[in-house]
T-cell receptor
Framework: DSGVTQTPKHLITATGQRVTLRCSPR?????VYWYQQSLDQGLQFLIQ???????AKGNILERFSAQQFPDLHSELNLSSLELGDSALYFC?????????????FGNGTRLTVT | KNEVEQSPQNLTAQEGEFITINCSYS?????LHWLQQHPGGGIVSLFM???GKKKHGRLIATINIQEKHSSLHITASHPRDSAVYIC?????????FGTGTSLTVIP
């Protein structure tokens, strides 16, 4: 058990809809990362937050947004969903930044857009 | 253009064999991570390296910063090692993943 909790585990929704994925980091971890894993693109970095502030941005679409709250949990909001957004979304956490701390991954949220 | 390349893509080994998975990268990095993803989908961090060599049980990871290359070795492989092994690099404020090496260890 990594200590990182992601909810929900599975999500099925229709095109055009909006969903929110939630992540609770491991106790003591200040960094939260979001990643997307799709069959055609593999794993991609979306965004990182450290202690409530956005610190790095990857291939995150404008339709997607995220935030980290004072209690350090994070939410990833996906809107105007398209079929191609179907993927496994992982959250990871670490004590510091990714060049100083190992990453601890949640079990992922599998999103299916129909 | 992929910033991180892994080889081989697929690997089948007999139980007990010594296994090497290679990772080459084209960007300046501050750290390299080796990850393991099991068929159920969960991802586990195996190593984080910025130089030299690390060992954990039967797993050894090395990195050569000048050559921009890292290797993951598994000694005395076991069927429970069957998984996808993913190399990832921290490069400034970006994080790049390799496409993974799918390992199957046959009893």
């Amino acid at each position: 058990d990594s200590g990182v909790t992601q909810t929900p585990k599975h999500l099925i929704t229709a095109t055009g809809q909006r969903v929110t994925l939630r992540c609770s980091p491991r106790s003591g971890d200040l960094s939260v990362y979001w990643y997307q894993q799709s069959l055609d693109q593999g794993l991609q970095f979306l965004i990182q937050y450290y202690n409530g502030e956005e610190r790095a941005k990857g291939n995150i679409l404008e339709r997607f947004s995220a935030q980290q709250f004072p209690d350090l949990h994070s939410e990833l909001n996906l809107s105007s969903l398209e079929l191609g957004d179907s993927a496994l979304y992982f959250c990871a956490s670490s004590v510091g930044f990714w060049d100083r701390s190992p990453l601890h991954f949640g079990n992922g949220t599998r999103l299916t857009v129909t | 253009k992929n910033e991180v390349e892994q080889s081989p893509q697929n690997l089948t080994a007999q139980e007990g064999e010594f296994i090497t998975i290679n990772c080459s990268y084209s960007v300046g990095i501050s750290a390299l991570h080796w990850l393991q993803q099991h068929p159920g989908g969960g991802i586990v961090s195996l190593f984080m390296l910025s130089s030299g060599k690390k060992k954990h049980g039967r797993l050894i990871a090395t990195i050569n910063i000048q050559e921009k290359h890292s290797s993951l070795h598994i000694t005395a492989s076991h069927p429970r090692d069957s998984a996808v092994y993913i190399c990832a690099v921290a490069a400034g404020n970006q994080f790049y993943f390799g496409t993974g090496t799918s390992l199957t260890v046959i009893p």
